[in-house]
């Protein structure tokens, strides 16, 4: 895998002409390269790929500590359940799997987050679970989540020690709190680490989304691109709405599915100005990039993390979030997007 290198991250993409599994395999290249002594923390929602978790499995074997957080009730039941077997089996990782089974079902454990000891410490982060499995027994499985091996992907390896404490914290503070509920009031989901030019925040959070703070600086001469696998629900949209009431130029890629991005979503979206077109109409593949590009004269911001454009994902769901003005990793994303919009 070639990945794109900013200052102060690298990023690896999937989809596109680049191999299926590329990311997956990226993942089981980290484990098996951790020596005896050393961690691995992951939290993700979606995790099916059976040679992935018995990866896991060797690597407790030979002496690494590993911590794995699964949702408990994702929206496709049991497609979990053969990799949940593996894990928690008596060959499995022992107390370091946990099921999250937080409280009502608007609450999903939706962070996608990968923490390795070594060589050096670093976490990476995007919008990429291994949701696929290699042979696929379970079609009916990939046919509602999408086959996001060969589908639009990508995970952002984070390196600054500062932030990659935080974000080995967060894993484990989630691992060691599966069982309960998490609150948005706690301190730990209302701060904002930075370092340089990087912040990092979590969601649920009872503070203003960083993002609309981030709007709030915008104006006439602000251009926006977002790249996003889900659209709905009204404190979401709202967001959107408010921004482009700023005068600020919107283009969206969106997914192409109707029930990631309603047809009167996109119909709304159109009726202020903004840019809405749809990425996987040709091939079915699913787009599930979750990133925006923010410009305001010589400014520029891009922002990524787990977080879909829907009101559950912004007001009740596990997730994780970067807003970084690398200008290389801005330059990364923007690449990104020019793919994105050839793939049309």
């Not at 299926?20 to 005896?36: A, F, N, S, T, Y």
């Amino acid at each position: 895998m070639k990945p794109c290198r900013a200052e102060s991250a690298t990023v690896y993409f999937g989809g596109g002409n680049r191999k299926p599994g590329i990311l997956r395999d990226l993942l089981q290249d980290h484990v098996e390269k951790i020596p005896p002594g050393g961690s691995i923390d992951w939290v993700t929602y979606y995790f099916r790929d059976r040679r992935l978790a018995e990866a896991l499995v060797r690597a407790r074997e030979r002496g690494v500590k590993v911590r794995v957080t699964l949702d408990g009730r994702p929206r496709t039941k049991f497609a979990n359940d053969a990799v949940i077997s593996i894990l928690q089996g008596r060959d499995g990782i022992g107390d370091g799997f946990r099921r999250s089974m937080p409280l009502g079902r608007f609450f999903r454990l939706h962070t996608k987050l990968y923490c390795f000891s070594h060589p050096i410490p670093h976490a990476l982060v995007g919008s990429f679970n291994p949701s696929g499995d290699l042979p696929e027994e379970h079609h009916e499985i990939l046919k509602e989540i999408g086959d996001q091996y060969r589908g639009f992907n990508f995970l952002v390896s984070i390196r600054e020690p500062y932030l990659v404490k935080i974000l080995v914290e967060h894993a484990r503070w989630i691992n060691k709190r599966a069982a309960r509920p998490w609150l948005p009031c706690s301190i730990h989901q209302n701060r904002i680490f930075s370092s340089g030019n990087t912040k990092l925040f979590f969601l649920p959070s009872i503070r203003q989304f960083p993002v609309r703070q981030l709007f709030k600086h915008m104006d006439q001469r602000a251009q926006c691109r977002i790249a996003a696998s889900h659209i709905k629900g009204k404190y979401a949209v709202d967001i959107l709405l408010e921004l482009a009431a700023r005068g600020c130029s919107i283009e969206i890629l969106a997914e192409a599915t109707e029930r990631r991005v309603p047809s009167e979503i996109e119909a709304m979206l159109k009726g202020v100005d903004v840019k809405l077109r749809r990425i996987g109409l040709k091939n079915g593949l699913p787009m599930h990039d979750k990133f925006m590009l923010l410009s305001l004269e010589d400014k520029k911001w891009v922002v990524f993390g787990s977080f879909n454009w829907n009101s559950k994902s912004l007001r009740f769901n596990q997730e994780i979030g970067v807003i970084s003005s690398d200008l290389g990793l801005y330059d990364v994303f923007n690449k990104r997007w020019q793919e994105l919009q050839h793939s049309l």
